[in-house]
């Protein structure tokens, strides 16, 4: 991304939106250098992305499924919608890099916790307990105790 203005490399995202209908992200952008504001558009070309559940049933990925999935379980925690959007496109940027184009839930399970760990603690608790992803109380207990004696 090259500022317009003085060709700088180094932009800062001041504003996002998506549009649903049309599938294009406009996104208003500062160059760090000159400090001047332009926009870019962005538009995803479809993709055939394939999940495969549990159950073992594939379904499409569904972005925004995954969205309210982690809003719901971190709701409570100061993670705001934007921070949660830019995990969602770092992971769907790595999903598209794969050569394979079916993954499995438990993998994306994955990918956003290793995340959220880095975000907020708390949140990733909250997350791993809902996707299931300890494989007892007791393990999800332990991390719970690790947690206290790291923030002591
Ligand atoms: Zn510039």
Redesign the pocket.
């Known amino acids: 991304m090259f ?6 490399e180094e ?1 800062r995202v001041v504003d996002k939106r998506d549009n649903n209908d049309t599938g294009v992200t406009r996104r208003r952008r500062e ?6 504001r332009f926009t870019t558009y962005e538009r995803i070309e479809t993709i055939c992305l394939n999940v495969e559940k549990r159950s073992s049933k594939i379904e499409e990925f569904d972005r925004e499924k995954l969205k309210k999935g982690i809003m719901k379980a971190v709701k409570k925690r100061p993670i705001t919608e934007n921070t949660i959007d830019e995990l969602i496109d770092d992971i769907e940027l790595k999903l598209l890099n794969r050569k394979s184009n079916i993954i499995k839930t438990s993998e994306i399970g994955k990918m956003v916790l290793t995340r959220l760990k880095k975000i907020d603690k708390v949140g990733y608790l909250l997350f791993a307990s809902v996707y299931n992803d300890f494989n007892s109380i007791n393990e999800f207990e332990q991390a719970l105790i690790h947690l206290k004696d790291n923030s002591n």
């Open positions: 500022c317009p203005y003085c060709h700088g932009t160059c760090l250098s000159c400090r001047k």
